[in-house]
């Protein structure tokens, strides 16, 4: 069986994952591939990437679900085909709002 190392990577701003609040909303946003949140940290917020092995875990669930945990915030795995901006603009339209 081949096993994959996954990695995903997290916008930090400081020694904390990057927030963003979107409708009332506290999210955290992933990706798998460092060069898709590049260019956009301070849209997020965010000085630094920092990675997070997936390997850690015993499953991509478990790896988001425990980062959910520690920020208590929703995570959000971007598709990395799309950009952060495009992103961030469907989460506002879609997320309803909380007060």
Request: hydrophobic share 45%; no cysteine.
């Amino acid at each position: 069986m081949l096993l994959t190392m996954s990695r995903f990577f997290i916008p930090y701003h400081g020694e904390v994952p990057a927030e963003l609040l979107i409708n009332g909303h506290r999210v955290v946003l992933l990706a798998r591939e460092a060069e898709q949140l590049q260019g956009d940290l301070l849209l997020m917020g965010a000085d630094r990437l920092q990675s997070l092995d997936e390997s850690e875990f015993d499953s991509e669930e478990k790896a988001v679900s425990h980062l959910a945990h520690k920020t208590q915030a929703q995570v959000v795995v971007t598709p990395s085909n799309v950009e952060i901006r495009d992103v961030i603009a469907t989460l506002e339209k879609e997320l309803p709002w909380i007060h």
